[in-house]
Nanobody, 113 residues
């Protein structure tokens, strides 16, 4: 049974940092690409970052230079280090397995003074 469990969200002031984690099980993690998506209030879900099985990465323009995706194949986990957070980064953040419809339940990030 595939499971994705996000954690690490919270409330942070603008300019602050958070590190999100996505713990996974039920599939061969090292063989798949993983995504972080987010859904901002009132908006559609959007892709934030990708980590390929080769560890190559991709970022949306709106997070380049601020967010870093990483993975630990031994732990079957993917992470999102978020620095220099802005109020517009407020969203529910989800992890997803590429080319599947497996999503976690998300973790809420609120950036507010």
């Amino acid at each position: 049974q595939v499971q994705l469990v996000e954690s690490g969200g919270g409330v942070v002031e603008p300019g602050g940092s958070l590190r999100l984690s996505c713990a996974t099980s039920g599939f061969t993690f090292s063989n798949v690409a993983m995504f972080w998506y987010r859904q901002c209030p009132g908006k559609e879900r959007e892709m934030v970052a990708r980590s390929d099985s080769s560890s190559a990465t991709w970022y949306a323009d709106f997070v380049k230079g601020r967010f870093t995706i990483s993975r630990d194949n031994a732990q079957s986990a993917v992470f999102l280090q978020m620095n220099s957070l802005k109020p517009e980064d407020t969203a529910i953040y989800y992890c997803k397995i590429r080319n599947t419809n497996y999503w976690g339940l998300g973790t809420r990030v609120t950036v507010s003074a």
